[in-house]
């Protein structure tokens, strides 16, 4: 243990995006330069702590049990999109493209990484394959090797009998993902996906 | 593509140095050590954005200076009159200017400004490991052709997935995944390779018969130690079925990056049974093939860097090689002494202590050594 300002700059540095210097200046900037910023921060974070959770069905981000998205009786519950991060749902849904639900990994398959199927939101995927309702999967994951061995892994693994698995993928940057494409080329994707096996 | 000018600062042993280079043909005479080496190696450094000697950046900047420069001109086929700055840093770091605009990703230059570099190393193409050879070949082609680089990078990551997983047991479903994700790159890096060869082969065959002076046929094959696999289904069953003896190995036995070039010579193995003479005439052979090949599949015309390469040469093969490397293409050579070239299209440059003397075209005897400034 070390002192408490050491513990808060170590616990800031794990978050993504912050290094060693702007996790210091974070903490230096909440406590000592504008600690009036402190108070609201924290509650923020204690009412997000206890409101915002894992949708129960899809993985993604939730208020109540289910997403915005899972509880909107107007979606094609027949067709569901499998994406690696909450902010790739986010892009699609930007988009306005897409009309079905989704399903979020939180990840992708990477043994350099230690990252193994087990680690992956994909066991709820098989629940909701085997309820029955969904006619239709389509991945969208990154079009890196990962993220096309993740696809092949569902569809040899999950997705069972009586599922159409397609793809999309096509006209998305290279090694990028869903998230650093722009709607028109999100809604051009969706439109060619390709069936997938 | 010709070279008209360098400029060269902190390179190595060269405090500084501007070189222009009028005509076609350069000479650069020199004891060891001199700094001729230096050149070529400046010479040829935009090629794959690597030294031909060294992986270690740091080692091209001169002791005790914060930074190496190098600045070139070219007459370019496709951008006409171009400049081109490279700077490394003493920790190695680059920066490059190209038209005095920064080039942001350095890979974007390679392949852009080709040469190709004969050394006296160059023997070990047919002596060393097959991992040489190999890295030769993917070094040509990903030149000539990026879609074969991002294949190759493709199949390598699939790779490196496939046996951290061998390493950690993983289990057959994520084996499966990540094989049918390599199958594609290995089919494609196979067949490009294939293509790639026979396009050598017709150059490479036709130079060792000029420069070995022998009526012997010539011929690049490849060889799969792991597996003779060509469509993806092939590669998928080879790994499924070869994954007890991967996981026993801890890496994967069979694929593309086992390859090796066989170098024959008659059909026979010309490590084996090729003389020195033939081995090195082969190896230049080699390289005569490189440049063709560049010269096809880029549209630009490579100049040739040879670094001591005759020295090695008996007296036949040596003259029937400065005959071969006096076309069309910029030539700049080193030795320690002059040859005798047969053509008085070439020009010479003393080279002693990291500076260059350019020696005048007046008889020699005279005093018309200026001073390269
Ligand atoms: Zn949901």
Request: glycine share 10%.
């Amino acid at each position: 243990m070390g002192s408490a300002f050491e513990d808060l700059q170590a616990v800031l540095k794990k978050l993504p995006g912050l290094g060693y210097r702007s996790a210091e200046r974070l903490a230096l900037h909440l406590l000592v330069e504008r600690p009036e910023r402190l108070n609201a921060l924290v509650e923020a974070l204690r009412r997000a702590a206890e409101d915002i959770r894992r949708c129960r069905l899809c993985g993604g981000m939730a208020e109540e049990e289910l997403c915005p998205v899972c509880s909107d009786s107007h979606r094609d519950a027949s067709v569901v999109c499998v994406v690696e991060q909450v902010v790739d749902l986010m892009a699609l849904e930007r988009s306005s493209a897409y009309r079905g639900l989704y399903h979020v990994l939180h990840g992708k398959l990477s043994p350099i990484s230690g990252v193994g199927p087990e680690d992956l939101n994909l066991a709820s995927l098989g629940e909701r394959l085997r309820s029955g309702d969904v006619r239709e999967l389509v991945l969208a994951l990154p079009n890196d090797v990962e993220g096309e061995a993740t696809c092949h892994y569902i569809t040899e693994n999950i997705a069972g009998e009586g599922v159409a698995v397609s793809r999309i993928g096509f006209g998305l940057p290279s090694g990028g993902g869903v998230f650093y494409a722009d709607p028109v080329t999100l809604k051009s994707a969706l439109d060619s996906r390709r069936s997938y096996s | 593509m010709i070279l008209r000018d360098v400029t060269l600062q902190n390179f190595r042993n060269v405090a500084e140095a501007r070189l222009v280079f009028e005509g076609r043909r350069h000479f650069f005479v020199g004891a060891n050590g001199q700094g001729k080496t230096n050149l070529l190696e400046a010479l040829g450094y935009l090629t794959a954005l690597r030294s031909f000697r060294t992986a270690e950046n740091r080692l091209l900047v001169r002791e005790g200076q914060p930074e190496a420069a190098a600045a070139y001109t070219f007459e370019h086929e496709r951008f006409g009159r171009t400049r081109v700055t490279l700077r490394i840093g003493s920790r190695g770091n680059r920066t490059v200017h190209w038209d005095d605009e920064r080039v942001s990703r350095l890979g974007d230059i390679i392949g852009r400004f080709p040469t190709v570099v004969f050394s006296a190393d160059d023997i070990q193409l047919v002596r060393g490991a097959p991992g040489l050879r190999r890295r030769w070949m993917d070094l040509l082609f990903s030149a000539v052709d990026s879609a074969y680089f991002q294949v190759l990078q493709q199949y390598h990551r699939g790779l490196t997935a496939r046996n951290a997983l061998l390493r950690e047991r993983a289990g057959a479903a994520e084996l499966s995944a990540f094989e049918r994700e390599m199958a594609g790159p290995a089919s494609r890096l196979g067949k490009a390779r294939e293509a790639g060869l026979r396009e050598l082969n017709v150059s490479l065959e036709k130079a060792y018969r000029h420069l070995g002076g022998e009526d012997a046929a010539a011929l690049l094959e490849l060889r799969k130690p792991g597996s003779a696999a060509q469509a993806p289904e092939e590669w998928i069953e080879r790994w499924c079925e070869g994954r007890d003896r991967d996981r026993q190995a801890g890496a994967t036995q069979a694929g593309p990056h086992r390859d090796d070039l066989h170098f024959g010579l008659e059909g026979r193995s010309l490590a084996r049974y090729g003389s020195e003479g033939q081995q090195r005439s082969f190896v230049i052979a080699l390289r005569l093939a490189q440049a063709d090949y560049v010269r096809a599949g880029t549209g630009l015309l490579p100049p040739l860097l040879l670094d001591d390469v005759t020295a090695e040469l008996d007296g036949g093969r040596r003259e029937r090689f400065w005959a071969l490397v006096a076309g069309e293409a910029q030539v700049f050579a080193t030795g320690v002494m002059r040859p005798e070239l047969g053509d008085d299209a070439w020009r010479f440059c003393r080279v002693a202590g990291g500076t260059f003397a350019w020696e005048s075209r007046i008889a020699s005897g005279e005093c018309g050594i200026r001073t390269a400034q």
